[in-house]
């Protein structure tokens, strides 16, 4: 397992601890009364969104461990060379190391 693998992994598992964390407060929605409960419905509502977001994130990282056992991952599909686990933590579904990167940039912009 390189580097990059293990920071997914790790990502991953953090993730789905925060999933389970945020889908046990959505158990039931907060009353709102009249002036009541308004600040409860509100974080209710953040939390629905977060967890929607977390497991697309988990969603995303799944993909991306799978492809390590199917693929090269973590090689430039440019220049062959390996890709720095720093990028490959911000940008997991990368395929282009950062000075491939660059050249296609300059080269769009001229």
Not at 10 to 39: H, M, N, Y
Not at 92 to 104: D, N, Y
Request: net charge neutral; aromatic share 2%; glycine share 8%.
């Amino acid at each position: 397992m390189n580097d990059t693998t293990a920071i997914l992994q790790q990502e991953l598992k953090d993730l789905r601890s925060q999933i389970i964390v945020l889908e046990r407060t959505l158990g039931e929605k907060p009353d709102c009364g009249l002036g009541q409960g308004a600040p409860a419905v509100t974080q209710w509502e953040l939390d629905q969104a977060m967890v929607k977001q977390l497991k697309e994130r988990a969603a995303g990282i799944e993909r991306m461990l799978s492809k390590t056992t199917q693929e090269p991952y973590g090689i430039c599909e440019q220049c062959g060379k390996k890709i720095h686990p720093d990028r490959l933590a911000i940008l997991p579904g990368t395929r282009i190391c950062v000075q491939c990167a660059r050249i296609e940039q300059h080269e769009r912009e001229h």
